[in-house]
């Protein structure tokens, strides 16, 4: 699986967006993008995938560029809940589950 | 409500003894995965199956072992061969070799050995 290079930590304000940029250079064709999120103490949460093409869902949006070497998680309102460690991963399609979480990006969401 | 869910949420071992967590998911998923977690880290495979009784190494399976005797369930046992067994430990599940099949964890166990 590609690496994955993303900034250690980044502070957003309560009810703005919160774009976080993921680096994946060494990407190749078939793997897609994934973002989960982890609050401290618990599980990691699956956020939103793509391969692509951009994707939105309830909880955000998936931007990749058109070469595919990075992409940008948004989060549109960004709330006090939203404080996590943000982790992007590349994985190939159907490979057998060992992703590769680098150390994410610490979200800080402040009122 | 399905999901996996992981017990004890806290578990405390003395050091030379074996201990099994708990991992369940009523997912209907047939991967299941086991991570290790330490302070400050990322997720570390320890092991995964993709089905019912068969199983394969993961990054840092050395101390630990696991079973897959039924679909729901993927139990892992740090034994007295991990020589730094007090860590957070993760239990995810998804369908197999699906695309487009996230991982869904569960809330963790978290282990001492003193």
């Known amino acids: 699986d590609a690496k994955t290079t993303q900034p250690p930590s980044m502070d957003c304000a309560e009810g703005r967006a919160a774009n976080l940029p993921c680096n994946h250079s060494t990407i190749s064709g078939n793997e897609y993008v994934y973002w989960y999120r982890q609050i401290h103490s618990q599980g990691p949460q699956y956020i939103i995938h793509g391969l692509k093409n951009n994707e939105t869902n309830e909880m955000a949006s998936l931007i990749i560029t058109e070469d595919r070497k990075s992409s940008t998680l948004i989060l549109p309102h960004a709330t006090l809940r939203d404080t996590a460690v943000y982790y992007c991963i590349v994985r190939v399609r159907g490979s057998q589950g060992n992703l590769i979480f680098g150390k994410g990006t610490k979200l800080s969401v402040k009122p | 409500d399905g999901g996996i869910t992981q017990s004890p949420k806290y578990l405390f071992r003395k050091e030379g003894q074996n201990v099994t967590l708990s991992c369940e998911q009523n997912?209907?998923?047939?991967?299941m995965y086991w991570y290790r977690q330490d302070p400050g880290q990322g997720l570390r495979l320890i092991y995964y199956?993709?089905?019912?009784?068969?199983?394969q190494k993961g990054d840092i399976a050395e101390g630990y072992s696991v079973s897959r005797e039924k679909k729901e369930s993927f139990p892992l046992t740090v034994t007295s061969a991990q020589k730094n067994p007090t860590a957070f430990y993760l239990c995810?599940?998804?369908?197999?070799?699906?695309?487009?099949?996230?991982?869904?964890f569960g809330n963790g166990t978290r282990l001492t050995v003193t």
């Open positions: 199956s993709q089905i019912v009784n068969d199983f």
């Open positions: 997912l209907n998923h047939d991967a």
């Open positions: 995810a599940s998804s369908m197999r070799d699906v695309n487009n099949s996230p991982l869904h």
